[in-house]
């Protein structure tokens, strides 16, 4: 079983910097992608940065973002310990909204498999 545990998150003023991390256990796949959704209330959940390995459907192993995180969110992973983190910058009121980590992956012959963690809130006040 694969579980994914989030930590960060919280409430900051317009132009503030948080950072989220997730840390995923269990029998993962070492050639997967893991990144952030976020869903803001009233609205569907979005992509907001994954990274994926070389070789991957995406862009090679360059971390990608939403155009709207574009130059204020970083992504980084530590392969070895499965987990991720999530550096935002020059929050906005828009970025408010609860953040979930999630790991996938596609094994030759087999179905993909997406995992996701509780969710963490984000708050960013004006």
């Known amino acids: 079983q694969v579980q994914l545990v989030e930590s960060g998150g919280g409430s900051v003023q317009a132009g503030g910097s948080l950072r989220l991390s997730c840390a995923a256990s269990?029998?993962?796949?070492?050639?997967?992608?893991m990144g952030w959704y976020r869903q803001a209330p009233g609205k569907q959940r979005e992509l907001v940065a994954v990274?994926?390995?070389?070789?991957?459907?995406?862009?090679?192993?360059?971390?990608n973002y939403a155009d709207s995180v574009k130059g204020r969110f970083a992504i980084s992973r530590d392969t070895a310990k499965n987990t991720v983190n999530l550096q935002m910058h020059s929050l906005k009121p828009e970025d408010t909204a609860v953040y979930y980590c999630?790991?996938?992956?596609?094994?030759?012959?087999?179905?993909?498999?997406?995992?996701w963690g509780q969710g963490t809130q984000v708050t960013v006040s004006s």
């Open positions: 999630y790991l996938t992956w596609m094994r030759p012959f087999d179905t993909r498999r997406t995992y």
């Open positions: 990274i994926t390995p070389g070789g991957g459907p995406y862009r090679g192993d360059s971390p």
């Open positions: 269990g029998s993962i796949y070492s050639l997967n992608s």
